[in-house]
């Protein structure tokens, strides 16, 4: 925030009216009207009065934070940044997670980062205020729609400010006819009569009469900068009265007259200093001195000297050390300086390019690389502008000036850009950045087209390496496998080795492309060199990938241990609040708790995944989130409500064409319809959608565990021989409990053994508790038999353990159900549950075979399973001994 100014004219009935809109609870404080009116020392003014009068009635201080607009501020990646910076000045610390996202080499859209930014800004405790100075400056739909989002979900205690030239493209009409708009325009700006005599007389030093300061108001309509620019000329004119008389007329041209008064009147050197620092949006006295180049002369001293003389100069630190000018005076000096350049009337012939090249190599001394690169820009240093884009380990484009760099290279002739073939490059990376997919494709084209002929020097072949890394990127935007891995070789063939940001980039992409292809060896290799390369080039973003990447493949091969370790280290590196770029690895903390049976951590998870994919409109991720949550629902009980869930699931993912998650939400969808008894429904849906372990299921719960087995053994060979050891763990728990089915108890045990050794390392408890009543009895005869007896009790403390959502399953897998060696001489199977369940409603038998689609002799077949597993002989007898042992 700018000092406040000595000698100001005090402004009480405006400060008033700015203080009723913070009473008010208005949203916005709007301060527009044109340049030289007043509007960020008025602004500047009325903080400190705040600050001030909190300070003398003991009142609570509102939190203040500013922040100084320019034109580079429209690339919504820089405004966000520069927010979070202004207020990281009330809170330190805040917005950590969002601003990693932001500096990642390719950002998440900005819209998802505004959720969890707000999020933060409502923990802050005290009211605060933040002011955003010369947004006319910033000319983009972008920042406009992030700052309409804000204002529309600003939390109470926020109050944002914002000083402009013209009406911001925000919904002004709808906040001013809610009453959150409070707004201050160039006639409640005009110096009134008293204002203007206490300028022109205390603060400027006049001695002017009562009639003079009339006429000049009068003439200047309560103009500030005019009326300033006119004081600072009569101290010229012995003759004031006269002075007034020479000039009227539009703001332009009383500009024009004054600044060519103002000018004037200064020593050769002190114009020349106004002329040539007028290119500089911002300045200190080092820099002035680099520009200029005149050892005789101090910037620093002529900068104190200038704001002393009320010069149009701009204090932007308490410390006085950097300045602008006006941006009404900085245009005119500009002006002002072509036109000497033109005549070549500067003094030693300097040109606007060569001052502008001084500026660039000046910033880029000092670290402030984007500066640097736009003073090359203006002086159309091709060379240099490109180098300071590609930097020095990570391009700008992945620094928040993707936006001026696309301005820049639109700007350039299609001639200039064929010359220069890095250029079209540089153009596709900015346009991945900034999230523009659809035309990168053109630009590679062009890049490719303006290349052919070159000779295969490094720099050469560097650039061919990045068109492949951009195409290897946009394949995997459509799951493309081989055009990833295929072009992702091409790029890290030809790819500089010290080009680390595009390496790191490659290598995550070419173990997505193997994850998708199911080689998890390959995949877990890539990522597991993808995070080292990150750590070593601090590509936080890629590391975040990467690991989530990691661990899925680390819970694919049922490392559940590891892979928590990855998810969490990835919960780490993105930060407090939650970011959207980590709603995978939540949802994998979701999958490994509900896992271990940790029903509540892995809703709790899972909702949050879900959440944050919807703010980055992850359709991947939010579906299996929803598809996660709906299998919840179904193991506490809840069918009907999976089922709901699980429509409106496949209702997006039609709607969206995403074929990938198909299979997924239907292999859920045969789930639930076999715990709510559609047996015919699940058998439809499982052939068409040709989902063999759903159709395995199917063929149990019709009672057929021959076709069940012929369904699984090809699955497990499958799994086996791919090495994917999370499919084998399933297909080999639903083969033990087919294999009981079918009345082979010793191959159902020597099965259950192989699956148990495999997940005890990773303690999985839900992969065999969901197989519900069949299962029990298979876990029980495993501890009689002494098969693994700490891991199996375990596994039926889980059954016995399970909360009243759990017990409510489906009637014929009652989970609650658990039958000791002791209790049965052979359990009952799943179809034979089914059989009893409908006997115990009452049901003839000529009923049943039509509601479970059986012929009436294989359901007197069950009946008599059934009488003979209870050891009874009627009904009336089995419904009764089914109620003792729990099965009903």
């Known amino acids: 925030m700018p000092p406040l100014r000595p000698n100001l004219v005090p402004r009480q009935h405006l400060i008033d009216r700015l203080n009723q809109g913070l009473h008010l609870g208005h949203k916005l404080t709007l301060i527009s009207a044109p340049a030289g009116f007043g509007k960020t020392t008025l602004a500047s003014e009325w903080l400190h009065h705040l600050r001030t009068d909190a300070t003398k009635e003991s009142q609570i201080l509102n939190q203040i934070a500013w922040l100084s607009l320019d034109e580079g501020d429209n690339d919504p990646t820089r405004f966000l940044t520069y927010f979070i910076a202004a207020l990281r000045t009330i809170v330190p610390g805040m917005g950590e997670g969002v601003l990693a996202a932001l500096q990642s080499p390719q950002p998440p859209p900005t819209a998802s980062l505004l959720t969890p930014l707000l999020n933060e800004i409502s923990h802050i405790p005290q009211n605060s205020i933040l002011v955003l100075d010369d ?11 992030i700052l309409a989002f804000l204002l529309e979900h600003l939390p109470p205690r926020m109050h944002l400010a914002m000083t402009t030239r013209e009406d911001p493209s925000l919904p ?23 204002e203007a005599a206490a300028f022109l007389n205390q603060v400027m030093g006049l001695e002017l009469s009562a009639e003079e300061i009339a006429s000049l108001e009068q003439r200047t309509e309560g103009w500030i900068a005019g009326l300033q620019l006119a004081a600072i000329s009569m101290r010229g004119h012995q003759d004031a009265a006269s002075f007034i008389d020479s000039f009227t007329g539009s703001h332009h041209f009383v500009m024009d007259y004054l600044v060519e008064e103002v000018l004037r009147q200064q020593p050769a050197h002190v114009q020349t200093f106004l002329l040539y620092t007028s290119i500089l949006d911002r300045f200190c006295g080092p820099l002035c001195d ?17 704001e002393r003389a009320n010069l149009f100069i701009i204090p932007l630190d308490s410390a006085r050390r950097w300045y602008r000018y006006h941006h009404l005076f900085a245009d005119l000096l500009r002006q002002r300086l072509r036109q000497a350049i033109a005549s070549s009337v500067s003094d030693n012939g300097d040109s606007v390019e060569a001052l502008h090249i001084r500026a660039s190599a000046w910033f880029e001394e ?69 999230h523009q997919n659809s035309r990168v494709a053109e630009k590679l084209h062009a890049a490719e087209a303006a290349l052919q ?30 055009t990833i891995i295929s072009q992702s070789r091409r790029a890290l063939k030809y790819l500089h080795r010290d080009n680390l940001a595009v390496r790191t980039a490659v290598t995550r992409t070419l173990g997505f492309a193997y994850h998708i292809q199911g080689d998890r060896a390959a995949a877990g290799q890539a990522y597991r060199e993808a995070i080292a390369m990150s750590a070593v080039s601090g590509n936080t973003f890629i590391n975040i990938l990467a690991t989530t990447g990691l661990g899925i493949i680390q819970e694919t091969e049922n490392e559940l241990y590891p892979a928590v370790e990855s998810y969490r280290r990835v919960v780490q590196l993105v930060g407090d609040p939650p970011q959207p770029v980590a709603c995978e690895a939540y949802f994998g903390l979701a999958r490994i708790y509900y896992e271990w049976n940790d029903l509540d951590a892995a809703q709790e998870h899972g909702q949050l995944s879900v959440r944050l994919a919807r703010q980055i409109e992850s359709i991947d991720s939010f579906v299996g989130g929803e598809v996660f949550l709906a299998r919840l629902k179904l ?41 709510q008894g559609n047996l015919a429904g699940a058998a439809r849906l499982a052939e068409k959608r040709d989902l063999p372990m759903s159709q395995a299921r199917v063929h149990l719960a019709q009672g057929d565990a021959a076709a069940a087995l012929a369904v699984l053994e090809p699955l497990r060979r499958q799994a086996e021989d791919k090495s994917w050891q999370d499919e084998r763990l399933k297909v080999m728990v639903l083969q033990a409990v087919a294999h009981q089915a079918h009345g082979e108890q010793e191959m159902a045990a ?31 005869a495993a501890v009689a038999q002494g098969i693994m007896p700490d891991y199996t009790s375990k596994l039926l403390v889980a059954f016995t353990d399970t909360t009243k959502d759990e017990r409510r399953r489906a009637a014929s897998f009652p989970s609650s159900s658990v039958i000791h060696p002791s209790s049965l001489v052979e359990p009952l199977s799943k179809r034979e549950l089914e059989v ?25 077949g069950h009946n008599l399973r059934i009488f003979s597993k209870l050891q009874v002989q009627r009904r009336t007898e089995a419904v009764a001994r089914a109620r003792e042992l729990g099965l009903l």
Request: charged share 20%; aromatic share 6%; glycine share 8%.
């Open 750 to 780: 020597q099965l259950l053994g192989e699956a148990l050794a495999l997940a005890e390392p990773g303690g999985f408890i839900r992969t065999f508790v969901d197989e519900g009543l069949p299962m029990a009895q298979l876990l029980s």
């Open 135 to 145: 947004y006319h400056l910033v000319d983009g739909g972008p920042v406009d729609n």
């Open 172 to 194: 002004l009409a709808r906040l001013r006819a809610r009453g959150q708009l409070n707004e201050l325009r160039v006639a409640d700006l005009r110096f009134t009569p008293e």
């Open 836 to 860: 009893l369940q409908l006997i115990a409603q009452g049901f003839s038998n000529r009923e049943i075979s039509e509601r479970l689609f059986l012929a009436l002799s294989t359901v007197k």
């Open 635 to 675: 193991a506490q009980g809840d069918a009907a409500g999976a089922a709901a869930a699980l429509a409106e699931t496949s209702l997006s993912v039609r709607r969206h064409n995403f074929v990938q998650k198909v299979a997924e939400v239907a292999a859920a969808q045969v789930l639930t319809l076999l715990q």
């Open 290 to 306: 680099a520009v200029l180049r005149d050892p005789s002369a101090s910037g620093q001293k002529i900068l104190i000297a200038l």
């Open 453 to 482: 002929g070159r000779g295969p020097d490094d720099k050469i072949q560097n650039l061919h390496g990045q068109i492949a890394a951009l195409w290897a990127m946009l394949a995997a935007n459509e799951y493309q496998a081989e």
């Open 366 to 434: 000092n670290g402030l690389q984007i500066e640097a690169f736009q003073h090359a820009a203006a002086a159309n240093d091709m060379e240099r502008a490109e180098r300071l884009i590609e930097g020095e380990g990570m391009p700008l484009y992945y620094r928040g000036a993707a936006a001026p760099i696309l301005h820049w290279l639109a700007s350039l002739p299609t001639a200039e850009l064929d010359a220069r073939p890095s250029l079209w490059v540089i153009c596709a990376w900015a346009l991945w950045v900034a």
